[in-house]
């Protein structure tokens, strides 16, 4: 059974652009959740879907934003980017939020 | 609004010996799951072990085990005999339902061989 697919693993951005990065959940769970992980503010959640709608929202300016598809995988888009924008971001795949989690490796942002 | 805490920044331990990870956490839900996720150097996250509140018999998972204390709000891991490969962040995380997870700070664990 595959694992969590995040795509890219690594992502170079300039500020002022905007990124995408992809989630591809374990095949049957419908629960995706994200989060940033930055050394100074540890591990934040950013928002959580659950069959295409936005179940939770962490406390993220609306520059951040995300969608979830019919397949389950789901997107997050960061536009207009900030140095502080660049972080590792863990997507989270679960069956339906009632067991655990599984994470993927991420993908590694830096804005320059 | 839920909180985790891991007081213990680094921690090391011995191969073959013992250690406790200790982390407590606020909330006013009686219901609710812990869990202990390790993140080696590689940045994959996995899980160590997870705890259901309603359950009052701590979980284990070979040589990782917890201490649940709920009245005190304490989540406490144990590695027993302690491996090279046991080396990594671990965090202590909270989740009350769907897939929102509240992360500890963590706590880096090195393994003296």
């Known amino acids: 059974k595959a694992g969590v697919t995040q795509t890219p693993r690594y992502l170079i951005k300039t500020r002022g652009q905007q990124v995408t990065l992809s989630c591809s959940p374990i095949?049957?769970?419908?629960?995706v959740s994200w989060y940033q992980q930055t050394p100074g503010q540890g591990l934040q959640f950013l928002f959580e879907?659950?069959?295409?709608?936005?179940?939770n929202k962490g406390n993220f300016p609306g520059r951040f934003s995300g969608r979830q598809f019919s397949n389950s995988r789901s997107e997050m888009n960061v536009s207009t980017l900030e140095l502080g924008d660049s972080a590792l971001y863990l997507c989270?795949?679960?069956?339906?939020?009632?067991?655990?989690?599984?994470f993927g490796q991420g993908t590694r942002l830096t804005v320059v | 609004a839920q909180t985790v805490t891991q007081s213990q920044p680094e921690m090391s331990v011995q191969e073959a010996e013992t250690v406790t990870l200790s982390c407590t956490y606020d909330?006013?839900?009686?219901?609710?799951?812990l869990f202990w996720y390790k993140q080696p150097p590689s940045r994959q996250m996995i899980l160590v072990i997870r705890?259901?509140?309603?359950?009052?018999q701590n979980a284990t998972e070979n040589r990782f085990s917890v201490n649940f204390q709920k009245a005190a709000k304490s989540f406490s891991l144990k590695i027993s005999d302690s491996q090279l490969g046991d080396a990594a962040m671990y965090f202590c995380?909270?989740?009350?339902?769907?897939?929102?997870?509240?992360f500890g700070t963590g706590t880096s664990l090195t393994v003296i061989p």
């Open positions: 909330t006013s839900e009686s219901d609710y799951y």
């Open positions: 705890q259901e509140a309603y359950k009052q």
């Open positions: 879907y659950f069959s295409e709608t936005q179940r």
């Open positions: 095949s049957g769970h419908r629960s």
């Open positions: 995380a909270y989740r009350r339902s769907g897939n929102q997870f509240y």
């Open positions: 989270a795949s679960s069956l339906d939020g009632r067991v655990e989690a599984f």
